[in-house]
């Protein structure tokens, strides 16, 4: 395609880039690299800069600092209709007296093209809507629109797709299908996908690598698995998933940490622990709630040796179907998550009833005591974008759906550039 023809591909690069507005830093300077063919994603809380982020790849905000190369291309003066980006927003925002064909067309038209239908018609297949060509948008699901903004911005055959909460406005099982889906159509036109969502549990479906952004840095980056099993920092311990994370203090270290906590000793891998950890000084241990096994405090004997073990109280327990969580608290901390999956439920394990708390100490995670023990947690997440961005923190549906003009502007982009 003629867009794709004048560039050779490659990585998405970013350098040193950086958003200020006035005094307050949207993306303090930031390093990263999109790898070709990839779907990665940016994670974080409203207002953590990941919109910021790529609208400068977009080209529809210029970065205070720092460079945004396309494989060896440096874009970083390349106005957006220049640059070979697409976008697909929240509100997909499709021409509602167009049908779909015309919608998907679009692009095409624009630059001219007579003979459309090959590729429109490839496009409708892509999005599995062949069926659907002459409905009007209004004739469609949430999820078929969303389809259909997304056929319409790769007929442009862009480097790279830039998906800004695109599937913010469906419902949860919808937003599961499309999520698959979005999947499968990167998987098939093996285009780079940025995906940037809130949702940690959409980053961690869809994505090969996620990058989990706080209050303008990335904190983590890493593949799902890599980064639920061995968060560095307490942020992305609470914010993917759940974690229990118990302060303790640093007995010994070497191939394997030990740790004093609420009376007891616990034990963990060193090169799971930050390179700092020395005798006398503190640690956050952490261990998953599905890690944890639960066992009546009479059955305390028939624990395994070498688990670590922790005793307490059960406070709260909710049945969920596929698990049941319980609550627990105890010397070693308050509020401790266990879930365990419903296969032969122990009747006496109800709220007052004394457990203890077992693992393999493989599984557990050492972090660096000096943070924050509940960033990214909900009630900090809800606070954190209060206090740490400021009252413009709630970005709003003006930053953060394009109204129809931009979405448009996303359209034509390609086909605009030489
Ligand atoms: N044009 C602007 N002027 C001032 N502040 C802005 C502007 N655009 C974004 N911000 C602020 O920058 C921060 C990051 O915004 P954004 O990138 O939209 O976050 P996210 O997409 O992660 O929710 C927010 O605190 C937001 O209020
Ligand atoms: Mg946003």
């Given at each position: 395609?003629?867009?794709?023809?004048?560039?050779?591909?490659?990585?998405?690069?970013?350098?040193?880039?950086?958003?200020?507005?006035?005094?307050?830093?949207?993306?303090?300077?930031?390093?990263?690299?999109?790898?070709?063919?990839?779907?990665?994603?940016?994670?974080?809380?409203?207002?953590?800069?990941?919109?910021?982020?790529?609208?400068?790849?977009?080209?529809?905000?210029?970065?205070?600092?720092?460079?945004?190369?396309?494989?060896?291309?440096?874009?970083?003066?390349?106005?957006?209709?220049?640059?070979?980006?697409?976008?697909?927003?929240?509100?997909?925002?499709?021409?509602?007296?167009?049908?779909?064909?015309?919608?998907?067309?679009?692009?095409?038209?624009?630059?001219?093209?007579?003979?459309?239908?090959?590729?429109?018609?490839?496009?409708?297949?892509?999005?599995?809507?062949?069926?659907?060509?002459?409905?009007?948008?209004?004739?469609?699901?949430?999820?078929?629109?969303?389809?259909?903004?997304?056929?319409?911005?790769?007929?442009?055959?862009?480097?790279?797709?830039?998906?800004?909460?695109?599937?913010?406005?469906?419902?949860?099982?919808?937003?599961?299908?499309?999520?698959?889906?979005?999947?499968?159509?990167?998987?098939?036109?093996?285009?780079?996908?940025?995906?940037?969502?809130?949702?940690?549990?959409?980053?961690?479906?869809?994505?090969?690598?996620?990058?989990?952004?706080?209050?303008?840095?990335?904190?983590?980056?890493?593949?799902?698995?890599?980064?639920?099993?061995?968060?560095?920092?307490?942020?992305?311990?609470?914010?993917?998933?759940?974690?229990?994370?118990?302060?303790?203090?640093?007995?010994?270290?070497?191939?394997?940490?030990?740790?004093?906590?609420?009376?007891?000793?616990?034990?963990?891998?060193?090169?799971?622990?930050?390179?700092?950890?020395?005798?006398?000084?503190?640690?956050?241990?952490?261990?998953?709630?599905?890690?944890?096994?639960l066992?009546h405090a009479d059955?305390?004997?028939?624990?395994?040796?070498?688990?670590?073990?922790?005793?307490?109280r059960i406070?709260?327990s909710?049945?969920?179907?596929?698990?049941?969580?319980y609550?627990v608290?105890?010397?070693?901390?308050?509020?401790?998550?266990?879930?365990?999956?419903?296969?032969?439920?122990d009747?006496r394990l109800v709220p007052g009833a004394e457990v203890?708390?077992?693992?393999?100490?493989?599984?557990?995670?050492?972090?660096?005591?000096?943070?924050?023990?509940?960033?990214?947690?909900?009630?900090?997440?809800?606070?954190?974008?209060?206090?740490?961005?400021?009252?413009?923190?709630?970005?709003?549906?003006?930053?953060?759906?394009?109204?129809?003009?931009?979405?448009?502007?996303?359209?034509?982009?390609?086909?605009?550039?030489?």
């Amino acid at each position: 395609m003629t867009t794709t023809d004048t560039y050779t591909g490659g990585d998405v690069r970013l350098t040193g880039i950086s958003k200020s507005y006035g005094s307050f830093t949207a993306v303090q300077p930031l390093d990263l690299t999109v790898p070709q063919g990839s779907f990665f994603a940016l994670l974080g809380a409203s207002g953590c800069g990941k919109t910021t982020t790529l609208r400068m790849i977009a080209g529809l905000e210029d970065p205070t600092t720092g460079t945004v190369h396309l494989g060896d291309r440096d874009v970083t003066d390349l106005p957006p209709y220049k640059r070979p980006v697409n976008t697909v927003f929240q509100s997909y925002a499709l021409f509602p007296h167009l049908d779909i064909f015309e919608n998907i067309a679009f692009g095409l038209r624009r630059r001219g093209l007579k003979s459309v239908k090959k590729q429109v018609g490839e496009m409708l297949e892509l999005v599995q809507l062949g069926d659907k060509a002459r409905h009007r948008p209004h004739q469609l699901s949430g999820g078929q629109q969303q389809r259909v903004a997304v056929a319409r911005a790769l007929i442009n055959h862009p480097q790279v797709l830039l998906l800004d909460e695109p599937l913010g406005a469906l419902d949860l099982k919808l937003r599961r299908q499309m999520q698959l889906e979005l999947k499968r159509i990167q998987t098939e036109v093996g285009i780079t996908f940025v995906h940037v969502t809130h949702d940690q549990e959409e980053a961690m479906t869809m994505a090969d690598t996620v990058a989990v952004m706080n209050g303008g840095r990335v904190e983590q980056l890493g593949a799902p698995a890599e980064l639920y099993e061995h968060p560095r920092t307490t942020f992305v311990a609470n914010f993917l998933g759940t974690s229990n994370l118990i302060p303790a203090e640093v007995a010994g270290t070497g191939s394997e940490v030990v740790v004093t906590a609420g009376g007891g000793k616990l034990r963990l891998p060193g090169e799971r622990c930050p390179a700092g950890a020395r005798p006398g000084g503190r640690l956050l241990v952490g261990i998953r709630p599905e890690k944890i096994t639960l066992s009546h405090a009479d059955d305390a004997g028939a624990v395994p040796d070498g688990r670590n073990r922790i005793t307490g109280r059960i406070t709260d327990s909710s049945f969920i179907g596929v698990s049941t969580q319980y609550t627990v608290d105890g010397p070693a901390g308050t509020g401790l998550q266990v879930y365990e999956q419903n296969i032969e439920r122990d009747p006496r394990l109800v709220p007052g009833a004394e457990v203890v708390l077992h693992w393999n100490p493989a599984h557990t995670f050492g972090l660096d005591a000096d943070q924050d023990i509940a960033a990214g947690t909900e009630q900090e997440t809800a606070a954190g974008a209060g206090s740490g961005a400021g009252p413009g923190a709630a970005t709003g549906p003006g930053r953060n759906t394009a109204g129809p003009g931009q979405d448009i502007a996303g359209a034509e982009r390609a086909e605009d550039s030489p």
